[in-house]
C-alpha cells in the first residue's frame, strides 16, 4: 500500500522549520541563517521512499506585526497553508517565551486537518520545560500527537519522519519519485546568494536585500565540462546600502561571490561562473510591482 500527502510546516520566524524540512528531505532546500525571517517564500520539499511520498512546504515565520507588504504576503503563505494539507506541523522553539497573543494561535484554531505539535531545540532546555511547553501547548490547541526533537541532532528527524508517515492518507505518488521540489535552479541560485547576505552583513542589510536572477545559462568549460553562467543583481532599499554592500575597494561583494559559488557548484554539481551586480530599488518592501517580479 503507497502513501501520500502534503505536509506543510509553520511556526514563528526562527524556531528551526527550514533546518527541520533540510533534515527531513535529506537535501540542502531551504537557506539557513541565525537572524529570523531568512525564509520569505514557500517552498516544496519532496521525499519519495519505497512505499511513501511525502510533499513537504516550509513556510516564512509568521510575523507578528507585518512593518511592509513583503511581511503581510509572507503571513499569506503562511494562513494558505491551512487549506491544503494532510498534516500540520507546528514548529516551536523550546526557548522561546511561551506568549497567550502568539498570533498563529488564530492560524492554527482554522486548521481542520491533523496537527502535530514539534517541540524543537530539547538541547538546550531541560526535561521540564518540556513537558511543561507541551502541556501550554496543548491546553490551547487540539494536536492530534506531539514530539520533541532537535532538528539539529541526527537521530531525532527519523523519530519524527516516522511519526509523520503515519499519518499519510493512500494515495499515488504526487510527483516523480526522482523530483525533489517544485523550484527551478534560478530560484536556489537566488536564494544560495540571499543566505550569503545574511551570513556576511549585520543590521538591516540582509533585511533591506532581494535578489534578482537577470541570466542563467548552462554551458561547458573549454575543457568540455559542465558549466553555470549566472548573473545576479542584489537589490537594496536605500542608495546609502549600496555602498556597503559592495565594501571598500569591492572587498565585501567579492567575498560575498566567493562563498555563493562555492555553495551554488555544490548545489548544483558544476562549476560556476557568478557575476553580481548591486542596484537601488527604493522601499521595494512596500513595493507592489517590485515584490511581484521577486515572486511573493
Known amino acids: 500500500?503507497?502513501?501520500a500527502g502534503?505536509?506543510?510546516?509553520?511556526?514563528?520566524?526562527?524556531?528551526?522549520?527550514s533546518t527541520?524540512?533540510?533534515?527531513?528531505?535529506?537535501?540542502?532546500m531551504s537557506i539557513i541563517s541565525h537572524k529570523p525571517q531568512t525564509t520569505r517564500h514557500r517552498l516544496i520539499g519532496i521525499l519519495t521512499g519505497e512505499d511513501f511520498q511525502i510533499v513537504f512546504s516550509d513556510t516564512p515565520g509568521?510575523?507578528?506585526?507585518?512593518?511592509?507588504?513583503?511581511?503581510?504576503t509572507m503571513n499569506r503563505f503562511v494562513e494558505g497553508t491551512v487549506e491544503d494539507a494532510d498534516l500540520m506541523v507546528y514548529v516551536i522553539d523550546l526557548t522561546d517565551e511561551l506568549e497567550p497573543d502568539n498570533p498563529v494561535l488564530d492560524v492554527l484554531?482554522?486548521?481542520?486537518?491533523?496537527?502535530?505539535?514539534?517541540?524543537?531545540k530539547t538541547d538546550l532546555v531541560n526535561p521540564q520545560r518540556i513537558e511543561d511547553a507541551g502541556n501550554w501547548w496543548r491546553n490551547r490547541i487540539k494536536f492530534t500527537d506531539s514530539i520533541a526533537i532537535s532538528a539539529l541532532k541526527s537521530g531525532t528527524s527519523s523519530d519524527l519522519l516516522e511519526k509523520i508517515?503515519?499519518?499519510?492518507?493512500?494515495?499515488?505518488?504526487?510527483?516523480?519519485?526522482?523530483?525533489?521540489?517544485?523550484?527551478?535552479?534560478?530560484?536556489?541560485?537566488?536564494?544560495?546568494?540571499?543566505e550569503k547576505i545574511f551570513q556576511l552583513y549585520s543590521d538591516e542589510i540582509p533585511y533591506s536585500c532581494e535578489v534578482g536572477i537577470e541570466?542563467?545559462?548552462e554551458t561547458k568549460t573549454n575543457a568540455g565540462e559542465p558549466l553555470a553562467r549566472i548573473y545576479a543583481t542584489i537589490y537594496v532599499s536605500r542608495e546609502s546600502q549600496k555602498p556597503i554592500i559592495i565594501g571598500k575597494g569591492g572587498?565585501?561583494?567579492?567575498?560575498?561571490?566567493?562563498?555563493?559559488?562555492?555553495?551554488?557548484?555544490?548545489?548544483?554539481?558544476?562549476?560556476?561562473?557568478?557575476?553580481?551586480?548591486?542596484?537601488?530599488?527604493?522601499?521595494w518592501r512596500d513595493d507592489s510591482n517590485a515584490l511581484q517580479r521577486f515572486g511573493y
Do not use: W
Not at 502534503?6 to 528551526?16: L, S, T, Y
Not at 504526487?174 to 536556489?188: A, I
Open 165 to 194: 508517515k503515519s499519518f499519510l492518507p493512500e494515495s499515488p505518488a504526487y510527483y516523480p519519485e526522482d523530483q525533489l521540489t517544485d523550484r527551478p535552479e534560478r530560484f536556489f541560485a537566488s536564494e544560495l546568494i540571499r
Open 251 to 283: 572587498s565585501a561583494i567579492k567575498k560575498l561571490g566567493t562563498k555563493a559559488r562555492a555553495d551554488l557548484e555544490s548545489f548544483l554539481q558544476m562549476k560556476v561562473f557568478l557575476e553580481t551586480t548591486v542596484k537601488v530599488r527604493e522601499n
Open 109 to 120: 484554531k482554522k486548521v481542520e486537518c491533523p496537527m502535530l505539535l514539534v517541540l524543537n
Open 20 to 28: 527541520l524540512m533540510n533534515a527531513l528531505v535529506g537535501e540542502r
Open 215 to 217: 541570466s542563467f545559462q
Open 62 to 72: 509568521y510575523v507578528k506585526k507585518p512593518s511592509y507588504k513583503m511581511h503581510e
Open 6 to 17: 502534503f505536509v506543510n510546516i509553520i511556526g514563528k520566524p526562527n524556531v528551526g522549520k
Open 1 to 3: 500500500m503507497f502513501r
